[in-house]
């Protein structure tokens, strides 16, 4: 924990908190709602360049603790603000809904399905940018160019599937479609867990080859 309290304090780009709060976004009528999701990948990419800038990770590696618990603080960063930009879009989900606001015309809607399908995008960009970024430690403009590409694609098959008829059951707030999204949701989180999990397995292990 003294780790995640160094790396909010000192570490972590003023920027990557406002993305955190973009949760709220959901509140908006007519807004591609995977952005919400660009955004929290968009964090760790400016909280890793300022880190680079600031010498970030020198001053760290000088504190008593391995290179493995400089990776575990970062992890544990990106972790915290993806999950607080989730849990923070949660109560206006329901506003919304309790609003009468519209279906999203551009795109998905804030789902129990679009839940999972974002827990499945921070993994895929989350598992790509920190195993690139370890192999030297300091080329975070490369590893996000690299994890960005799936995070893309995957946030259009996204947005597309609500427009495909076949699929209205993930767009939809009905109660037996919920039901039915509950397991994307489930995988969505599994996708997430392991992926951060052996992410920071493989990064530790890279870093800590890295001369610094």
């Known amino acids: ?16 908190l406002i993305f955190a709060l973009l949760g709220c976004l959901v509140i908006v009528p007519s807004y591609p709602y995977t952005v919400i999701f660009m955004f929290g990948c968009l964090a ?30 970062k992890c544990m960063l990106i972790l915290s603000i993806q999950l607080f930009q989730l849990l923070i879009s949660i ?3 329901f506003l919304r809904n309790a609003v009468g606001m519209p279906n999203n015309v551009v795109g998905m809607d804030a789902t129990v ?19 690139s970024y370890y192999k030297s430690g300091y080329k975070a403009g490369k590893s996000f160019v690299i ?26 707030y009905a109660l037996q479609d919920l039901l039915l999204q509950t397991p994307i949701l489930m995988i969505g989180i599994l996708c997430y867990v392991v992926s951060l999990f052996f992410a920071y397995r493989i990064s530790a292990k890279r870093f800590e080859k890295v001369d610094l």
């Open 1 to 16: 924990m003294k780790l995640l309290y160094k790396e909010l304090v000192l570490a972590a780009h003023p920027t990557s």
């Open 44 to 73: 760790p990419y400016i909280t890793f360049l300022y880190a680079r800038e600031t010498n970030d990770i020198w001053y760290t590696v000088i504190l008593p603790v391995t290179k493995r618990e400089v990776v575990m603080g």
């Open 91 to 93: 109560p206006f989900v």
């Open 113 to 131: 399905a679009w839940y999972g399908f974002g827990f499945i995008i921070y993994a895929i960009f989350d598992f790509i940018f920190f195993t």
């Open 147 to 172: 994890a960005a590409l799936p995070m893309v694609l995957l946030m259009i098959a996204v947005e597309t599937s609500a427009h495909i008829p076949i699929f209205s059951w993930l767009d939809s």
